[in-house]
């Protein structure tokens, strides 16, 4: 199995470049990294974990500024949004960032899509809550007809592009109903998120990875039905903290890869626990 880190990388944490590097070395798959463009102050939103929210979320680093740094200190290490809030941002700037990244690394960047549980961070950005899942459905076909080969016009529900000439494109070709770089759809289970994945995505990105046993079914039944190729889904379980018997579990699973839980900390500690981790390879 495959191994990969997500982090909370800021301002006060270890730097992009020398964790890039030190995951390389050490024979990790990848690094995914979270994003979130502000936190207001007054919000009522609560923290889906419980509790307060921790203050990394407001110190946040641009994924795709840090990713690119990772890229160009790395040959291999997968670079990962885990995940990128697409309703957010304009979609036609967004798939410039994604297609550029894309092809400056070689083709290795897979795009985490998320709907997002911050509804004032949402709300700042023009997002009415309620649709964010059809806005972000609709962003991501527009990005795929300025990623397609020839020139392409869309028209959509929240936005349009004239047939366009944008490059770079990315490097992964069209697969199914699917262009641009592996893309991953991060979420809880549900019939509306699996109609989602086989629609638009290569594979779902299980926060936790908890109850794979009972929804991996689900899903894969979803995606047969939407006429997609049953050995092509991936699944990618995020945010995990590992044990030996997890890790066995999602190989049993079929599970080829994983995205391990790191700490928003200084070189010290994330390094000290990356050697821990290292024994799971």
Do not use: C
Not at 75 to 87: C, K, M, N, P
Not at 130 to 136: D, G, N, P, Q, Y
């Amino acid at each position: 199995m495959r191994l990969a880190v997500t982090i909370f990388l800021t301002d006060e944490t270890i730097t992009p470049t020398r964790l890039a590097r030190e995951l390389e070395q050490r024979g990790f798959a990848g690094l995914y990294l979270p994003e979130h463009t502000h936190i207001p102050v007054e919000r009522t939103s609560p923290y889906p974990a419980g509790g307060d929210l921790p203050p990394e979320y407001g110190r946040t680093l641009d994924p795709f500024v840090a990713l690119g740094q990772a890229a160009a200190v790395t040959e291999r290490l997968v670079l990962g949004t885990g995940i990128t809030l697409v309703a957010q941002h304009d979609p036609i700037d967004l798939a410039k960032q994604i297609a550029t990244l894309d092809h400056l690394s070689g083709g290795r960047l897979t795009l985490g899509v998320g709907y997002g549980w911050n509804v004032e961070e949402a709300a700042d950005h023009g997002v009415e809550w309620r649709k964010r899942r059809e806005l972000t459905r609709d962003r991501m076909a527009l990005m795929r007809a300025l990623w397609a080969d020839e020139p392409t016009a869309y028209e959509g529900e929240f936005g349009s592009v004239r047939a366009s000439t944008a490059y770079p494109k990315p490097v992964q070709k069209a697969r199914g109903p699917v262009n641009g770089p592996r893309t991953l759809i991060g979420g809880a289970a549900g019939p509306k998120m699996f109609a989602h994945i086989s629609e638009y995505a290569d594979g779902w990105l299980p926060i936790g990875g908890r109850g794979l046993s009972e929804s991996l079914p689900l899903l894969r039944s979803v995606w047969t039905d939407a006429g997609r190729d049953p050995a092509a889904l991936q699944v990618v379980p995020y945010a995990v903290r590992p044990t030996p018997g997890k890790l066995a579990h999602y190989a049993e699973l079929g599970i080829e890869e994983a995205v391990l839980q790191l700490p928003p900390a200084g070189e010290a500690e994330v390094l000290g626990l990356l050697d821990e981790y290292a024994a799971y390879l």
